[in-house]
């Protein structure tokens, strides 16, 4: 899982060019939106497209569910890893 993670680190900073974080800098607990690492919702349709286009993943709407598989690299690492199944 820790492997997943890293990549999806480096998908988030690719993907949002964030310029002043590395991959390696991101807790996998850390809250991706708000007050954590301060993604906003324009970020959070990117990041939908980039799983898309990386791992084929479909995000139709925007539920409760989906903000919480969102919150956090390993909430959505599990996520990654159920829709690969």
Same mark, same amino acid.
């Given at each position: 899982? $820790?492997?997943?993670?890293?990549? @999806?680190?480096?998908?988030?900073? /690719?993907? @949002?060019?964030?310029?002043?974080?590395?991959?390696?800098?991101?807790?996998?607990?850390?809250?991706? #939106? *708000?007050?954590? @690492?301060?993604?906003?919702?324009?970020?959070?349709?990117? @990041? *939908?497209?980039?799983?898309?286009? /990386?791992?084929?993943?479909?995000?139709?709407?925007? /539920?409760?569910?989906?903000?919480?598989? #969102?919150?956090?690299?390993?909430?959505?690492? $599990? #996520?990654?890893?159920?829709? $690969?199944?």
């Amino acid at each position: 899982m $820790r492997e997943l993670e890293l990549e @999806l680190k480096k998908l988030i900073v /690719t993907t @949002l060019a964030l310029e002043d974080i590395r991959p390696e800098e991101i807790d996998s607990e850390e809250l991706l #939106f *708000g007050e954590g @690492l301060g993604l906003d919702s324009i970020d959070a349709l990117e @990041l *939908g497209v980039a799983l898309r286009q /990386t791992y084929g993943i479909r995000i139709e709407s925007v /539920t409760a569910e989906v903000r919480e598989h #969102f919150a956090t690299v390993a909430s959505l690492a $599990r #996520f990654v890893a159920a829709s $690969r199944e």
